[in-house]
């Protein structure tokens, strides 16, 4: 079987779907070391185990806000305007995939459900650095150099470090397969 590491992010949205907001503050960070699931992470990605779980916390909770200030203040005609498929956030919700681009597939439909951006761009640049070291990138699609610029409001409380530790540890394996990774992580208010 695959390395826990590897699927941290699965385990953490599997983990905690369909959890109100008071289940999840519940959730004990500690149980990874009783269920020795710590032993088996790196220290870096045991710290971003226990930074995305704090960051889910506090968005289960502002969400829980949110939705019960909007249920009091809500009223039909507020409810009309809005469109299927849209967000009342302007939230980022799918992507178009890209034939023969598997690295860059893999990285949005593992970002966009988990930070909901309200922007995401990644620029696939492995053109630019053909015969560099590293340029021959993943074997399948020599896919090896990513620029990402992500606004998230999951990036609230978050200094620089902390949000590319967070991004790394989501993309897990996919990490492992490409060359270099440009972040620029900006919340709602910074973009502004």
């Not at 960070?29 to 226990?50: M, W």
């Not at 039909?76 to 498929?85: L, M, Q, V």
């Not at 890209?98 to 860059?104: A, H, Q, R, V, W």
């Not at 020599?142 to 949000?163: D, P, Y």
Request: net charge negative; proline share 5%; glycine share 6%.
């Amino acid at each position: 079987p695959p390395p826990f590491s590897s699927n941290i992010n699965k385990i953490i949205r599997r983990g905690l779907s369909g959890c109100t907001a008071d289940e999840i503050q519940l959730v004990n960070p500690e149980f990874i070391k009783e269920a020795k699931i710590s032993q088996t992470l790196t220290p870096g990605r045991n710290n971003g185990f226990l930074n995305m779980l704090a960051v889910m916390k506090k968005k289960a909770l502002t969400a829980t806000s949110t939705v019960s200030a909007e249920e009091s203040d809500a009223s039909p005609e507020a409810e009309e305007g809005a469109e299927a498929g849209e967000s009342d956030d302007n939230i980022v919700i799918s992507f178009d995939e890209i034939d023969g681009k598997p690295m860059y597939n893999a990285m949005l439909s593992t970002l966009i459900p988990i930070l909901k951006p309200t922007y995401i761009e990644l620029v696939d640049n492995s053109h630019q650095h053909a015969g560099h070291a590293g340029s021959k990138g993943w074997e399948e699609s020599g896919e090896s150099h990513f620029e990402l610029k992500i606004t998230a409001s999951a990036f609230e409380n978050l200094n620089l470090v902390k949000r590319h530790q967070l991004i790394y540890m989501l993309l897990g394996d996919i990490m492992n397969k490409i060359h270099a990774l440009s972040i620029v992580a900006r919340t709602p208010e910074e973009e502004a």
